[in-house]
């Protein structure tokens, strides 16, 4: 039975598996050992629960000091312990009573807890969560990561502590049948025996992991959402925005890295259905970093040039999730009669903030400001798009291709999840010379076999940031 469950089960999640696999396989989604091994439990785990439990300060805390958080609670309690241990070593007796648990079936659900606890513990035991008291002892996890396809995109090898807790549960559920059988024999005359023994150890498990609520954070979604998306998803966007236009909102993040960026655009956006260059995720694919660090500049007109070659046709920016005041003067010169923004539509602020606002612009494209780069670079030439030193944060010199053409060979040392939308772009070789470089001013020109004189023509991209292109004598 449990063989057909597992079949029934793997069915209905295939249809959802396959496109994850894909994906993986597309962007070549991966997590590294190290990442792994700071996401597993530890020895110390196992002691640790929620704050909000009422045993954490006097006990976790008082007694054991320790500190706790997401991704380290494994504490799977006393009471629960105990009667698993009932559960797997009580001995069975036929009293007469309608459910015996046969002895063989619990150690079958023991199994599955101690394979869920032994594969939390990720690639290496450790004495305690996020890599702490490394012991270097190698275990199963780091085989399957090696050896068995998905595993090496799993983040947090703590959540199998799921498996763990639920085959815990199910032992703990055979000593509590056990239990029910010793009041049935010990009180034959008392009919509610059976059911007063599971009614007091559901209390005492309840007890004991009692804990206060935590705060919820109200979305308001339908006809009560923040204005600027009723009326992305509304008739009149409809009239303006086609439906294939791509957009994209700002800021892309509020935080400095570039993992789980603003899931709240995401759920908005299965209102209006448009397709959207942001994305939320903690496998960060290829590129996306990149774009994340350039758009904290906006609206510099580097930003705005990458806008524009990644094909975005508008934004929604939120003003103040702007970094500071003066990116904000920036964005109303560039939405002026003679800036590279068309304002369409003015919306209140979706958080509440007073003083700020939701702005839908419309991108309008440039093609001058490119004549003179397409003009330093002769149609048939080799091109170099270099990376930044040293940081490797910026995306600029591998959107040109899509700025001034793709009737030139370019090349370029890493690859992004937007090279099929850039153009043909091919990896660059250390050794391989070229007719043309574009470096950031911060690179030096002699690492790459040019010099000084060599620069033809230069872009200024704001924040005091620019490239030059270098042609080879």
Partial sequence: MLAVAGIIALAVLIPF??????????????RGLDEVSYWSAGLKSLLR???????????Q????????????????????????????????????????????????????ALTGLILSFGPWLNLDSYAQGQTGVPLPYKWLYEHVPGFDAIRVPHRFAMLFLLGLAVCAGYGVARLQLWARHRLPGVAWSGSGVAAAVLALVLAEFFASGTGATSTPTGTVAPPVYRWLAGEEAASIIGKDDLILELPVGSGDTPINTNPIY??????????????????????????????????????????????????????????????RDALTKESAPAGRLEPVKNFPDYTGEPGFSDVIYRVKPDPLRFAGLAAAIPEGSSVLLADQPAINRRLYTSIIPRLIGSNRLYFCPYTTIYDG?????????????????????????????????????????????????????
């Fill in 17 to 30: 598996v396959l496109p994850f696999v894909h994906a993986k396989d597309q962007f070549g989604f991966q």
């Fill in 49 to 59: 629960t929620t704050t909000h439990s009422w045993l954490y300060t006097p006990f």
């Fill in 61 to 112: 805390v008082g007694i054991f000091g320790l500190q706790t958080s997401s991704e380290r609670e494994l504490y799977p309690g006393i009471v629960t312990l105990l009667l698993a241990g009932l559960g797997l070593f009580a001995p069975v007796r036929d009293v007469g009573a309608r459910f015996i648990a046969p002895s063989r079936r619990p150690w079958l659900f023991g199994v599955v």
């Fill in 266 to 327: 995401l759920l908005y956006g299965l209102a209006h259905n448009r397709p959207m260059l942001n994305g939320s995720s903690n496998i960060v694919p290829s590129g996306y970093d990149r774009l994340f660090y350039e758009m904290r500049r906006f609206p510099t007109s580097g930003t705005l040039d990458i806008i524009e070659g990644l094909g975005v046709k508008f934004l929604v920016v939120h003003t103040y999730g702007l970094l500071n005041q003066a990116k």
């Fill in 421 to 473: 939308v850039i153009g043909d772009i091919r990896p660059a070789l250390p050794s391989q010379k070229y007719d043309y470089a574009i470096l950031y001013g911060n690179t030096d020109p002699a690492q790459y076999g040019y010099a000084a004189p060599d620069a033809v023509y230069t872009v200024d991209m704001g924040d005091n940031s620019f490239v030059r292109v270098y042609h080879k004598r």
